[in-house]
């Protein structure tokens, strides 16, 4: 007798999708009856492909009977809010790697799958085919987890190595990387941190066992990094990264953020060139590990995907609750701290006008906001009769440094770059 097949609907069948399908057609098992398309006519690159399983109606997958996981991958807050939520109703479990839809409307998502005691799996929505998300609910489990530095956008990674390696500027480069199809033609949501923001959302919420908000996620892009900051930072010994980061302190508030950062040429961060993602956690009893991998792509998201839906199929027919681990429900919203309180070392760039006493004063700016300096260089003075002054402070509070750099500014020189450094 045939063993029951558990039946997959497909939403949106792009890059993910495709590797989705074509990974999951040899399995006997589990078969994909019903896939949701824009364009039932668009060729597609799978062999033996099966047009009738297509149609332009989302509906049609979510309220097939026959259908026990909803794998939605079109991305957006809508129409996949809606289609979940109507999938969970019809009794289906969701695999989902759409990292904007978990950020912004996570909690009521997980807390509605939860009430219909079904589960949305989403391995795929947090840098690609690194395996995250079910590590630390399984072997990581025993751990407090309580500090997170990530490279979670493969694109403005790619744009720092290369104008690392290039000495190019940002805009060359994002015109060259659009070129070569690994930057979208609107980038915003790459190079403006929005992307990585909504990762570190969902990832902080998982690692700390707190629902993150993403209103409370400080975010800053990589539009305002020159080239010549890169040159400066690699003198220094760093290489400038987009780091989305989250911490814990002993008081149970997190700081949670994206924005570009000074790594030290130490630290296995510094080394995630191109598209590559990497993750490194700290946390008790493990310590320190880092997960690094391909962050995107049709095959190693597609990984992630079926890794999901086989853990589900695993458990369906078993039992009517599934395993708590893939669970997603917090009691608890962590108390996020504000930027402006937060304490940071800083790299800053200051176009000087060539007069006397110009270092001078921003020493004393620096020490009336007190902030101390770890180091001051200037290397030449320019045809222009001005001098960049590179500084590198010690630890900071953010406000003071706000403060200081608004007085350098009245002062009358042209603060060109103010990025953290890793501590
Ligand atoms: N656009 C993302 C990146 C991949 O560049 O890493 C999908 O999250």
């Known amino acids: ?92 479990h969701i695999v989902t790697a759409n990292k904007e839809l978990l950020a912004k409307h996570g909690e009521e998502l997980f807390n509605f799958a939860e009430k219909h005691n079904k589960v949305i799996l989403y391995e795929a929505a947090i840098a690609g085919g690194i395996p995250l998300i079910m590590p630390i609910k399984t072997i990581l489990a025993g751990n407090k987890i309580n500090k997170i530095e990530a490279i979670l956008n493969g694109t403005t990674n790619y744009i720092l190595t290369k104008m690392d390696v290039q000495g190019a500027s940002y805009a060359d480069v994002l015109k ?13 949501g790459d190079v403006e941190g929005f992307d990585a923001a909504y990762k570190i959302t969902t990832l902080a919420t998982i690692a700390f066992k707190k629902r993150i908000k993403l209103e409370n996620v400080y975010r800053e892009g990589i539009t305002n990094v020159r080239a010549q900051d890169m040159l400066a930072a690699n003198d220094l010994g760093y290489k400038i990264k987009l780091i989305a980061s989250a911490k814990l302190d002993e008081n149970g508030n997190a700081d949670v953020r994206v924005h570009p950062m000074l790594i030290s040429k130490k630290s296995t961060l510094a080394h995630i060139d191109y598209v590559t993602n990497a993750v490194s956690l700290s946390g008790h009893p493990v310590g320190s590990i880092t997960l690094s991998g391909p962050g995107a792509g049709e095959f190693p998201t597609a990984s992630s995907v079926i890794g999901d839906i086989l853990a589900i199929a695993a458990e369906l027919g078993k039992t009517d609750y599934l395993l708590p681990m893939m669970r997603c429900c917090h009691d608890e919203t962590a108390n996020c701290i504000d930027v402006k309180d937060t304490i940071n070392k800083y790299y800053i760039s200051i176009n000087a006008k060539n007069n006397k006493g110009v270092i001078g004063k921003i020493g004393t700016i620096c020490a009336e906001n007190d902030i101390s300096l770890a180091s001051i260089v200037q290397r030449c003075v320019s045809e222009d009769n001005t001098a960049d002054i590179t500084v590198i402070t010690e630890l900071v509070q953010e406000k003071n440094m706000q403060n200081a750099i608004k007085q350098i500014e009245q002062d009358g020189n042209i603060v060109n770059s103010l990025i953290r450094v890793q501590v």
Do not use: H, W
Request: glycine residues 10%.
């Open 176 to 188: 060259e990387a659009q070129g070569l199809g690994y930057a979208e033609t609107d980038p915003t």
């Open 1 to 92: 007798m045939e063993k029951n097949k558990i039946k997959i609907g497909l939403i949106g069948l792009g890059t993910v999708g495709t590797g989705v399908f074509k990974t999951l057609q040899p399995y006997e098992n589990i078969e994909i009856t019903k896939v949701a398309v824009k364009n039932i006519n668009k060729p597609r690159n799978i062999e033996n492909f099966d047009n009738s399983i297509l149609t332009t109606d989302c509906y049609e997958v979510v309220n097939d009977p026959e259908i026990d996981i909803v794998c939605e991958l079109i991305g957006g807050v809508e129409p996949a809010f809606s289609l979940i939520k109507k999938a969970i109703e019809n009794g289906k």
